[in-house]
């Protein structure tokens, strides 16, 4: 499923957060977003799930422009995991997890053995299986954070948007989850500051200032001028003397 920004702006108390942004992600591509801090990330992440309305500018869905949407619908096509989310309920992580069913749910639609298959799945997709009974807020944040992505893999999404789903963990669980999203047959934008593991994403958004400053190939956009420009810092781009893999290494600017 396919998602477009068309000249997509946001300001907030009179100072723009996003500015005339044109991008398209194409059906079960990887798309990264990178950026500074503060740079507009998690803003086009909630625009693009429909959480913010635009202050210009639009967001279609498959051909569909997201203004005439159902926000049931839009929830049963888009999942988000955003940054520091958390729920206040006294809830157990399993039933946290099976809130991701919700927009399925309704007066003719009761809770079935599939949703419990498609929780368990979930949960076991993320590690978080022997964790499932436990209270909510007995878990510590790389914890949560699975179940957060949990959740998002239980409303079966055909667009996951995350935000930063990395931050937290611990490195065993970051290449977990980095994998589980590249093998996932959908259409994924994920926020990431490690631009090493940027590099596996099939295309890579440059936000600068609340601009799109580079959309392309993560090899062409992470330049050595562009990470100098954007970033700050000075980048050679290695090769692993065992897979050949690029591997980025920094250093500060003189
Ligand atoms: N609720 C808010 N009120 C006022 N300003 C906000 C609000 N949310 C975000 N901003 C500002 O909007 C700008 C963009 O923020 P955003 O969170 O989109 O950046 P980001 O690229 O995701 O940053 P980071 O990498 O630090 O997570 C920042 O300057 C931020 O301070």
């Known amino acids: 499923m396919s998602l477009r920004a068309e000249n997509l702006g946001f300001q907030m108390a009179r100072r723009a957060l996003l500015e005339a942004v044109d991008l398209e992600v194409m059906p079960a591509e990887t798309l990264g977003l990178v950026g500074p801090n503060g740079s507009g990330k998690s803003t086009l992440l909630r625009l693009l799930a429909g959480l913010w309305r635009p202050t210009y500018g639009r967001v279609w869905l498959d051909g569909r422009d997201m203004r005439g949407m159902p926000r049931r619908e839009i929830a049963r096509t888009i999942a988000m995991v955003a940054q520091q989310a958390d729920t206040g309920e006294r809830i157990s992580v399993r039933q946290a997890v099976a809130l991701g069913r919700t927009p399925f749910l309704g007066p003719l639609q009761d809770w079935s053995a599939q949703d ?32 957060h992505i949990a959740r998002a893999l239980a ?66 956009v992470l330049s050595v ?28 600017l003189r």
């Open 116 to 147: 419990d298959a498609i929780v368990a799945d979930a949960l076991a997709r993320v590690g978080m299986t022997a964790l499932a009974e436990r209270s909510w807020h007995s878990l510590s944040g790389g914890e949560r954070q699975r179940a």
């Open 155 to 220: 409303q079966q999404p055909r667009i996951l948007l995350l935000d930063e789903p990395t931050n937290h963990l611990d490195i065993r669980h970051q290449l977990r989850i980095l994998q589980l999203v590249r093998e996932l047959p959908i259409t994924v934008v994920i926020a990431l500051h490690d631009l090493n593991q940027a590099l596996s994403c099939d295309r890579l958004a440059v936000i600068d200032g609340g601009r799109l400053i580079a959309l392309d190939t993560p090899e062409k």
């Open 225 to 252: 001028e562009q990470l100098r420009d954007t970033f700050g810092v000075h980048a050679r781009l290695l090769r692993d003397p065992q897979g050949g893999e690029p591997v980025l290494h920094f250093r500060q």
